[in-house]
């Protein structure tokens, strides 16, 4: 295990568990490229808002329970550490790819409930492509925080 200090505790990754998640959730992964990939087509813009609202809100559900077993098997806080016995990473990266979890279910919730509105109160050609380009963006974001978390399990099985 590797772990980092914090105030009162310390919070300890499991890089082995945190791994297994990852690669337990094909299908979050495969909702994620289809999303990708339907922000890059040239479909109907009914059918792609249709299809956008879909995919969100499954790609919402696959993130909510992918983030709660990672936070429940990947990531635990520990008091009591003996911290001369430990092995540290970079301080605060731990904390930081924990705590961008949070930030990232809140985004992946507000573009999903956009699109449900964008759906129900008509469709607005400029406001779906504003919406496309949101969801780019939070693909970005969360992308650099998969990488994060595939730096920590690396690192941490370095130090191992």
């Known amino acids: 295990?590797?772990?980092?200090?914090?105030?009162?505790?310390?919070?300890?990754?499991?890089p082995?568990?945190?791994?297994e998640i990852k690669?337990?959730?094909?299908?979050?992964w495969d909702t994620q490229h289809r999303?990708?990939?339907l922000c890059h087509c040239d479909s109907d813009p009914a059918d792609r808002l249709n299809?956008?609202?879909?995919?969100?809100?499954?790609?919402?559900?696959?993130?909510a329970l992918q983030f709660a077993l990672e936070e429940s098997y990947g990531y635990q806080k520990v008091?009591?550490?003996?911290?001369?016995?430990?092995?540290l990473l970079n301080p605060g990266l731990i904390d930081k790819a924990h705590d961008q979890h949070c930030t990232l279910y809140l985004e992946i919730t507000a573009l999903s409930e956009a699109a449900n509105e964008l759906q129900y109160r008509g469709l607005e050609?400029?406001?779906l492509e504003k919406l496309i380009q949101q969801v780019c963006d939070f693909d970005a974001k969360l992308i650099q925080h998969e990488t994060l978390e595939s730096d920590l399990i690396e690192q941490s099985f370095e130090l191992s």
């Not at 082995?16 to 791994?19: H, I, K, P, T, V």
């Not at 299809?51 to 993130?63: E, M, P, Q, S, Y």
């Not at 008091?79 to 092995?87: E, F, P, S």
């Open 23 to 28: 690669d337990s959730n094909p299908e979050c």
């Open 51 to 63: 299809r956008l609202v879909k995919l969100l809100g499954a790609f919402r559900d696959h993130l």
């Open 125 to 127: 050609t400029g406001q």
């Open 16 to 19: 082995a568990f945190l791994q």
């Open 79 to 87: 008091r009591g550490i003996n911290t001369t016995a430990k092995v």
């Open 35 to 37: 999303l990708r990939q």
């Open 1 to 14: 295990m590797s772990i980092v200090e914090t105030m009162n505790e310390t919070l300890v990754i499991n």
